[in-house]
């Protein structure tokens, strides 16, 4: 009797087209074009040999420079297909950057297109194709997709990184994230358990594919046999007319992007079963807004070093109990621990530490993953609390505390504060450098408000020397592609 195999041991493609072949994979929302697995399939065979024919050595990375298209999960899959790590990078990073990034993936081969050729070549020590126009390319283009089986999916062991991503570098310089097909599978595995799976599914992707959250629909899709609709751009009108128009049933968004869908007078059909937000806290006003519309707003936590979720609240949860992310998915646990590193009891804060199957083994560089890992797990430095029932709330970043004037302030919990004020939308708190206090409390507002109507708010709320000292209202608060914020770029903005 043979040993038994665990699934999957190729690429999700070559498992898929077995099973569901006549099955509607991909959907160019921009083209109004179809793709089933039996075509994705021959789509990917042929990026693979692609690959093989560019790459001079075998099984290493491939980065691409590729905006949100199609054509990404042509290229997720081909690699996985050939046992590549596929690397997708940030086309909105400068070129210093962007070296950088390939250097410490030493990657055999960047794909570009059109809009990111010319800086493709200018970065690039290694072979650079494009998935446009052929004639264009540094060297000969990637092939078409002519169906043909000329490619052999290899095994594809659970621990081997077969995704590397690097982190937005909000706070600190980006890392590169290792991310394993076994981190893969029991992400979508423990999503699915969380938002459950219908056959007729279409996850609709309009976030950046460079982003886990961008990313994450092609490896569920696959996995589960649904569809991935793919809008190249986000613009209101247009993403809540491809909703309708494409029958989606769910979709990943930040919440700056939900804010401006609601603003348009988005309406979510019948067919919407879940509206997955992430990438940044959600305010109470944001989800009181969608509970009014009919919104089905499920609040997540996650991570890139966590493969995309960590917690999510279904939206019976969200409306109910206010803040709160929900509780970890399964097979994820979450310790919040104090500043000695011990547990603490429900509803006293803490970092938050994450274990698990989707937790990444490490970063590219091993100085980088030895601080940040413990015997407990991935200290993830994020703060937050639990209640008794295990629902989870996150309030700010260990190092976003701010000593001033000899105490201690949370800036997670004035942000929150400030938030709850009228007119106020969205906020962001920092610690400036002060020569009498040694920081002073700052925050950054956006909303219809002054400085001292949030002052004022903040006083009957918060403790004296919790109250922003200074505080800057502000169309939009500035954040990075993924839609987190940028606290580099408060502070400058306070600062000026």
């Known amino acids: ?59 290493g990375p491939v980065a691409a420079l590729v905006d949100t298209r199609p054509a990404v999960a042509e290229l997720l899959h081909g690699a996985m297909r050939t046992g590549r790590t596929f690397a997708p990078l940030n086309v909105e990073l400068d070129a210093d950057t962007l070296g950088s990034q390939l250097d410490a993936l030493g990657a055999d081969l960047l794909v570009c297109e059109r809009a990111t050729e010319s800086l493709a070549t200018e970065v690039a020590d290694c072979p650079v194709v494009t998935v446009d126009d052929p004639a264009a390319a540094a060297v000969d283009g990637l092939p078409d997709t002519t169906p043909r089986r000329d490619v052999t999916p290899v095994e594809l062991p659970e621990d081997e990184t077969g995704l590397v991503l690097f982190t937005s570098g909000t706070t600190s310089e980006p890392k590169g994230v290792r991310l394993t097909l076994g981190n893969l599978v029991a992400s979508a595995t423990a999503s699915a358990f969380r938002l459950g799976v219908v056959p007729g599914d279409r996850w609709l992707v309009c976030l950046p594919t460079y982003h886990m959250g961008g990313l994450a629909p092609f490896v569920r899709s696959a996995l589960y046999g649904t569809a991935a609709v793919i809008q190249r751009e986000f613009e209101p009108q247009a993403t809540a007319r491809v909703m309708v128009d494409h029958g989606v049933t769910g979709v990943s968004l930040v919440p700056t992007i939900c804010k401006r869908l609601l603003d348009a007078g988005w309406e979510p059909t019948d067919a919407l079963r879940f509206v997955l937000l992430g990438g940044g806290p ?35 949860t969200a409306f109910a109990h206010g803040g709160t992310v929900g509780q970890p998915l399964v097979n994820t646990t979450v310790t919040v621990l104090s500043a000695d590193g011990e547990p603490v009891e429900p509803g006293q804060r803490g970092e938050l530490v994450v274990s698990g199957p989707t937790v990444t083994p490490g970063y590219l560089d091993d100085d980088a993953t ?59 708190v920092v610690g400036l450098p002060d020569e009498e206090w040694g920081q002073r409390v700052a925050a950054l507002v956006v909303g219809d408000t002054d400085a001292e109507t949030v002052r004022g708010c903040c006083r009957a709320e918060l403790a004296s020397y919790e109250v922003p000292k200074t505080v800057r209202v502000v169309d939009a608060l500035p954040r990075t592609p993924s839609g987190t914020v940028d606290r580099d770029a408060v502070r400058r903005q306070l600062g000026a």
């Open 1 to 59: 009797m043979p040993d038994p195999v665990e699934w999957p041991t190729r690429d999700l493609v070559s498992h898929r087209v077995g099973a569901t072949p006549e099955r509607t994979a991909v959907v160019d929302a921009d083209r109004d074009t179809e793709r089933t697995y039996r075509e994705l399939d021959a789509a990917v065979d042929a990026v693979a040999a692609a690959f093989d024919a560019h790459c001079v050595g075998t099984g």
């Open 282 to 316: 959600a305010s109470a006003d944001l989800v009181d807004r969608c509970q009014r519309r009919g919104v089905p707003v499920c609040p997540t936590y996650g991570m890139t070093e966590t493969a995309s979720q960590i917690a999510t609240a279904l939206p019976e």
């Open 370 to 428: 030895a601080a940040a890992f413990s015997d407990r797990g991935f200290h993830t430095g994020d703060r937050g609390y639990r209640d008794e029932d295990g629902r989870l709330w996150v309030v700010g970043r260990v190092d976003d505390r701010i000593v001033t004037g000899g105490e201690n302030v949370d800036a997670g919990t004035v942000a929150a504060a400030v938030r709850d004020c009228p007119g106020v939308e969205d906020a962001a």
